[in-house]
Each structure stands twice: as C-alpha cells, then as structure tokens.
C-alpha cells in the first residue's frame, strides 16, 4: 500500500515535459518530482525485505567478493554501494529493524527532491542507516519532511524542512517557487 505525487514546475514544465519524464533520453527544461510518500509505503514486511538481501547473500560463497552483477538480482536502493553495506552488516550479524519505507530527500547543491528507500539496521547499539549521494553532484543527500498541508494554503508554494530549517523549494530552472501536482497515485 502506498501513495505518491508527480509534481511539476507550474511556470516552465512542459506537456512534453511531462510526457517524456522518466526516459532516459529526456530533456525536461523545468524541475519535475516523483514524491513517494512515506506513510503507508511500507508495501512488505521485515521477513521480505530480509529474504530479498538473504536470496541475493546466498547467491554467493566463500570469503570472496561477490560479483557486482549481484547486487542487480533485487535491489530495494538502486544503489550498489548501499547494497555491499547492506551485505557487510548481514554478515557482521546486524538485522533489519521495522523502520523502513519510502522519504523525500533533498539535495542543498542541486535543489532537487528524490525519494529513496529508507531502512534502519541493527546490531546491539549499532545502528546502520543509507546514506544517498546526489547523482548529478555527488553531495550527501538530506531526509526532508514536505509540508503538504501548506501547499495548499499557501497557493501551490511548495515548503520543506530541512535539519529543522524551513525552505521553500524552488525550481532549478526558472526559481519559480510554485508547482502543480500532475499526477496522484495510489497502489495497494
């Protein structure tokens, strides 16, 4: 079960923008985000998120490297250095906590808002969360909270919360600071 928003530049997102987000080959000229929303995000349980790191472990043996292609059997990251830490902690005796599910990141270098798989792993007073790297500049990305509610109060101004500071965020490409939700969805 879950939700989530396509949300565009109000003033220079395009139809073609919009038709062609999310090929590779794509051009967008204004900034369009596709927001998974945390709450009800949690579409299995603990068992199947260990199962699908537990599978991949068992693909391997020995104290050798595993091959990279590994990491590509079933990855809830898309991020192959966040999988060998997931890999390392398996094998150092850490455990999935039930702290898991889809958040809003941000980039301070690019202004740009992704969502990622966030999990938490365990071991005595160890805790192991993901740490993302922007794409395109390769800074350390920051959980955020949106503040939903005050998009629409606020006439299509879209506010977030970065370590406790407010923000407005703000197009890349023109610094419009409204946007338009496109697209809702919703899956069970």
Request: aromatic residues 16%; charged residues 30%.
């Amino acid at each position: 079960m879950g939700e989530g928003f396509l949300i565009g530049c109000n003033k220079c997102v395009t139809k073609e923008d919009l038709d062609n987000f999310g090929r590779k080959d794509s051009n967008n000229k204004g900034n369009i985000f596709d927001i998974l929303l945390d709450r009800g995000m949690l579409c299995f349980c603990k068992e199947q998120l260990e199962e699908i790191y537990g599978i991949n472990k068992k693909s391997f043996s020995g104290n050798s490297e595993p091959h990279e292609n590994i990491y590509k059997i079933s990855s809830m990251t898309d991020d192959i250095n966040i999988d060998k830490n997931i890999y390392e902690n398996i094998n150092n005796g850490f455990e999935f906590t039930e702290y898991f599910g889809y958040i809003s990141y941000y980039c301070e270098n690019c202004k740009k808002l992704f969502s990622r798989f966030h999990f938490e792993m365990k071991k005595d007073n160890k805790i192991y969360k993901p740490e993302y790297t922007c794409k395109k500049c390769s800074h350390i990305l920051e959980y955020v909270y949106i503040a939903w509610e005050e998009y629409y109060e606020n006439k299509k101004v879209i506010n977030i919360n970065l370590n406790g500071e407010d923000k407005k965020l703000l197009c890349e490409n023109c610094g419009n600071d409204q946007f338009t939700i496109t697209s809702y969805y919703n899956w069970d």
